[in-house]
């Protein structure tokens, strides 16, 4: 895709209102979580022993936990956890699924083969459980959880860049690079994969989200990143416990956490939309330059 093609496409994303919203509430989460620490002074770590689960106060804006800490401290710096976590799973899941995907489509036989059953074993296996093994294994760390994630979200990226390398094989510019002498690598890297990119890019966007979700959901089963490190998901897990007490105190991290995967859900699905009525615009003209 061209800069002009890029911008228009951008601008259509921004056109939607939900879009642009999620836009602005990720573009601010992901500042705070950035600038905490450094411009923002907060501490997630302090203790205020006098003002235990206290509901929100001038100095205590979402309250505090059972410890005397400073709820928006800890939901500022779990988003950054968050936020670590899912970009290190979906780096994970797009540089050994794309590959995969790529081969196996590109080639066929019993490289595709091969490595689809591989990706069918990977598929096979439940998320949340695969992700709970692999924790088992490595222990109890961030690490632990972007890799497990990661991992499970190999076949998708796998199963996608080898539907659309199926797709672009036959296409007439790839088969002219092949009469002019290019090699598998230099096709594959440099004219397929450039034209697969857009159901890929979404995948990131979707995947992020999952990742952060799963992230949550290990950590409120007390298999996430151990404290005092803050994690909303290991909020939530705590917080319940003082529903009566502190209803806020598990309130306020399930509310960040809801809008973050709602957030990356809307975008997903409007850029998923835009590209593929870009993609249909497309491909008339293309036919009819083939004809």
């Known amino acids: 895709m061209n800069a002009a093609a890029t911008r228009e496409a951008v601008r259509r994303v921004l056109g939607h209102r939900g879009a642009l919203l999620s836009v602005l509430y990720l573009g601010l989460m992901i500042l705070a979580s950035l600038l905490v620490g450094w411009a923002l002074p907060l501490d997630p770590l302090g203790q205020d022993y006098v003002n235990m689960l206290q509901g929100p106060s001038a100095a205590h804006w979402f309250g505090t936990d059972e410890l ?18 899912a970009a290190g799973a979906v780096a994970i899941a797009a540089v050994v699924g794309v590959p995969i995907g790529l081969v196996a489509g590109y080639f066929g036989g019993w490289r595709d083969a091969v ?94 989200s999952m990742a952060i979700l799963i992230e949550a959901s290990l950590a409120f089963l007390g298999l996430g990143i151990p404290p005092p490190t803050p994690s909303w998901g290991e909020m939530l897990r705590t917080g319940k416990s003082y529903l009566h007490d502190a209803p806020t105190y598990a309130i306020f991290p399930g509310l960040v956490l809801t809008f973050t995967i709602l957030s990356l859900d809307t975008l997903g699905r409007t850029l998923a939309r835009v590209l593929e009525d870009r993609h249909e615009a497309a491909d008339p003209a293309l036919e009819g330059g083939r004809t």
Do not use: K
């Open 68 to 85: 005397g800490r400073d709820v928006l401290a800890r939901v500022v710096y779990g988003a950054r956890t968050s936020l670590v976590t």
């Open 115 to 208: 490595l689809m059953r591989f990706v069918d074993v990977l598929l096979s296996l439940p998320g949340i459980l695969f992700a709970m093994a692999m924790i088992a294994v490595l222990g109890r760390s961030q690490v632990a959880a972007l890799v497990a994630v990661g991992i499970t979200g190999v076949p998708t990226f796998a199963r996608i860049t080898r539907a659309q390398v199926l797709s672009l094989r036959q296409r007439d510019f790839v088969t002219a690079v092949e009469a002019l002498g290019g090699s598998a690598a230099y096709n594959m890297f440099r004219t397929v994969l450039p034209n697969a990119w857009s159901p890929i890019l979404v995948q990131v966007v979707i995947l992020s």
